[in-house]
T-cell receptor, first 114, second 110 residues
């Protein structure tokens, strides 16, 4: 079975550019989460969806960040404009809502903003 | 105060020893607790979860929960070099929302 698929795996961009990260959750999972991981702050929840509806976006750092889930098999996280402090690994995870806390993570997208 | 706190380590133990990883949390209403393992450059994967006070054993892993003290721990018996990773403690704050600690790095030397 395919796991959570994220793209791109690595992205290097210049400050001010738009960045779009993509995620395909595991089929049948109705929760989708976007996390950001840095050495200093660890793994932070940015936003999560249930049945394609955003439930909690309180972790989104500011208006430069936006996320969408147009259907059950696709989600995007967009940063516009990007800044060097956005450099991090961005993980997408999905769950089926059975065991709360059993998240299946993608391999992550490593973002570097110069 | 952070919601979930862990010592960043590294915690160094020799092969075959018991590794003890600890975590404290701030929300007394939390009901579910999780341990994820993350190898360097990889994504986190769930290894244990616990809901009730006491111990829960799964192979070489034992999770311990003390809700009165707001304390969760993970014991790894007969530690192996392949256990070298960062261990993330996570707490379910409700509605499927997990809050993670910053993780403890474990190094098991042969």
């Amino acid at each position: 079975d395919a796991g959570v698929i994220q793209s791109p795996r690595h992205e290097v961009t210049e400050m001010g550019q738009e960045v779009t990260l993509r995620c395909k959750p595991i089929s049948g999972h109705d929760y989708l989460f976007w996390y950001r991981q840095t050495m200093m702050r660890g793994l932070e929840l940015l936003i999560y969806f249930n049945n394609n509806v955003p439930i909690d976006d309180s972790g989104m750092p500011e208006d430069r960040f936006s996320a969408k889930m147009p259907n059950a098999s696709f989600s995007t996280l967009k940063i516009q404009p990007s800044e060097p402090r956005d450099s991090a690994v961005y993980f997408c995870a999905s769950s089926h809502g059975g065991l709360a806390g059993e998240l299946f993570f993608g391999e992550g997208s490593r973002l570097t903003v110069l | 105060q952070k919601e979930v706190e862990q010592n960043s380590g590294p915690l160094s133990v020799p092969e075959g020893a018991i590794a003890s990883l600890n975590c404290t949390y701030s929300d007394r209403g939390s009901q579910s607790f999780f341990w994820y393992r993350q190898y360097s450059g990889k994504s986190p994967e769930l290894i244990m979860f616990i809901y009730s006070n006491g111990d829960k054993e799964d192979g070489r892993f034992t999770a311990q929960l003390n809700k009165a003290s707001q304390y969760v721990s993970l014991l790894i018996r007969d530690s192996q070099p392949s256990d070298s990773a960062t261990y993330l403690c996570a707490v379910d704050t409700g509605f499927q929302k997990l809050v993670f600690g910053t993780g403890t790095r474990l190094l098991v030397s042969p």
